[in-house]
């Protein structure tokens, strides 16, 4: 079986998503916090890159933030960086949010469906992804998509949380069917390091950090309450209730386990050849 199809037989399965509505879009900031280690951590993967091309010195390098929400990722990056930023999404409601941000004026915001992307062949100088792939059946369409925009040499940066490590989280600990709708849908980093390999792309690297999420048990339970992760809007209700309840009750007798105000990321990066 050619090595394409294989990776995609990996991933198929039952719709994996929900829609970024107003209600969701509105909230979504709220809450959540970037340690600024990962930003940095980005900007450098970024920045050397860039050095080690010196074809991008030639104008601006651009940089496309794909499934940019409300661009809580692009602002910040676009303060670090001296590129010109594109953040594209298929939510006009979570565009809406970016759109009204101040910090985020000079940024190109663009509707658009990663599976169809309406820009040309090798626009693209970078692409940065955060919490993204796990919406797609497939997600070796929207890497080939990244492919085809990325310039020769161009970089794909992606930071998730890769299976293995999502299931021992806070959010999966105590729901059960959380997990079971992740193990569907959210790539292991073995599975996304061959997703990058399949379609094509080089010097395929890995790595993993354990960041600050939120400052104390109290916030962990207030972000899951406010479903701050679409899993939690995938889940039927009761049982959402019914797992909110022992992360309550085990927040309550341990709210200094500081496993609870953690998260474990991936950043996966590969190259176009
Ligand atoms: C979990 S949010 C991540 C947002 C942002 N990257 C971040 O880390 O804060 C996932 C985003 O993917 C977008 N999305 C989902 N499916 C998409 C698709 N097929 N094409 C473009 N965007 C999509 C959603 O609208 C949503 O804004």
Redesign the pocket.
């Given at each position: 079986m050619p090595m394409m199809a294989k990776a995609r037989e990996s991933f198929s399965g039952d719709a994996v998503?929900i829609?970024?509505n107003k209600q969701i879009?509105r909230n979504?900031d709220n809450e959540?916090l970037i340690e600024p280690r990962r930003l940095d951590e980005i900007v450098k993967i970024a920045v050397d890159h860039t050095q080690r091309n010196r074809s991008f010195g030639s104008g601006d390098v651009k940089i496309l933030?794909?499934?940019?929400?409300?661009?809580?990722?692009?602002i910040p990056l676009a303060q670090r960086l001296p590129f010109q930023f594109t953040g594209?999404?298929?939510?006009e409601?979570?565009l809406e949010i970016a759109r009204s941000k101040a910090a985020g004026q000079g940024i190109i915001w663009d509707v658009?469906?990663?599976?169809r992307l309406s820009y040309e062949s090798q626009s693209f100088d970078l692409i940065f992804?955060?919490?993204?792939l796990h919406?797609?059946m497939n997600p070796l369409d929207?890497i080939e998509q990244c492919v085809r925009v990325l310039k020769p040499g161009g970089l794909l940066i992606n930071?998730y949380g890769a299976l293995e490590d999502i299931i021992k989280d806070p959010d999966h600990k105590f729901f059960q069917q959380a997990i079971d709708l992740d193990v569907r849908r959210t790539p292991a980093r073995i599975q996304m390091e061959y997703l990058l390999k399949s379609a094509g792309m080089a010097d395929i690297t890995s790595r993993k950090g354990t960041y600050r999420l939120c400052h104390s048990a109290q916030e962990r339970v207030k972000m899951v309450e406010n479903k701050y992760?679409?899993v939690f809007h995938m889940m039927d209700e009761m049982t959402f209730q019914r797992g909110l309840k022992e992360l309550k009750r085990y927040a309550e007798s341990s709210r200094f386990d500081p496993w609870l105000r953690e998260i474990v990321l991936t950043t996966t990066c590969g190259i176009k050849a």
């Open positions: 998503t829609a970024y879009a979504y959540r933030d794909l499934g940019c929400g409300t661009g809580f990722f692009t594209a999404d298929r939510s409601e979570m658009q469906e990663a599976t992804m955060s919490n993204f919406h797609f929207v930071h992760i679409s």
